[in-house]
């Protein structure tokens, strides 16, 4: 597995949580790392990406002030701190990896892990 994603679970409404996700086996630093979420029925929704120097995010509408995406690349991990949840963010978050990639572009991401279970309940 070339990446790794992790840290999901159950957290109530207005809660917080923070995802990991661990590269191995490639030059994780050179890449372009998103975030990506999925619930049954639905396409995959590009949720955040930063660029591989860690200067530079993208983030989607529905999550702009609420998610911040963290990188660390002496760890090779990238991560996803996501605040004010709301059962509209209860998917299975998955990170993926592009060298040239764009976060409505799933295709220009060719590294991809696998998925994390994120639930927002009361």
């Known amino acids: 597995v070339q990446l790794q994603a992790s840290g999901g679970g159950l957290v109530q409404p207005g809660g917080s949580l923070t995802l990991s996700c661990i590269g191995s086996g490639f030059g994780f630093n050179y890449y372009i790392i998103g975030w990506f979420r999925q619930v049954p029925g639905k396409g995959l929704e590009g949720v955040s990406l930063?660029?591989?120097?860690?200067?530079?995010?993208d983030y989607a509408d529905s999550v702009k002030g609420r998610f911040t995406i963290p990188r660390d690349n002496a760890k090779s991990t990238v991560y996803l701190q996501m605040n004010s949840l709301s059962p509209d963010d209860t998917a299975v978050y998955c990170c993926a990896g592009g060298l040239v990639a764009v976060l409505t572009e799933v295709s220009s991401f060719d590294r991809w892990g696998h998925g994390t279970q994120v639930t927002v309940s009361s």
């Open positions: 930063i660029d591989a120097n860690g200067g530079s995010a």
